[in-house]
């Protein structure tokens, strides 16, 4: 299933700048040839944002920068 909403992304983020930059992110690791946490046949974006609405991607605040985390 390819439809993805901001909304469904939302539910585990509370801030659509930080939806913009994990997505941003893992698109970037999906392109260098990351493994996909969600098997999925479409582009890079429509994963990464599964994988964020599936909680199988999430951002870590502590006092280092963000960093994408993965379950």
């Not at 390819?2 to 930080?18: G, I, K, P, S, Y």
């Not at 970037?28 to 999925?40: D, E, V, Y």
């Not at 991607?57 to 502590?62: F, K, Y």
Request: proline share 3%; charged share 35%.
């Amino acid at each position: 299933m390819a439809r993805v909403t901001v909304e469904d992304c939302l539910e585990n983020l509370n801030n659509r700048f930080a939806l913009v930059h994990l997505a941003s992110r893992r698109v970037r690791q999906l392109t260098k040839g990351a493994k996909r946490l969600s098997p999925s046949k479409n582009k890079d974006i429509v994963t990464a944002l599964r994988e964020i609405a599936d909680k199988k991607v999430r951002v870590r605040l502590d006092s280092v920068p963000s960093r994408i985390e993965f379950l």
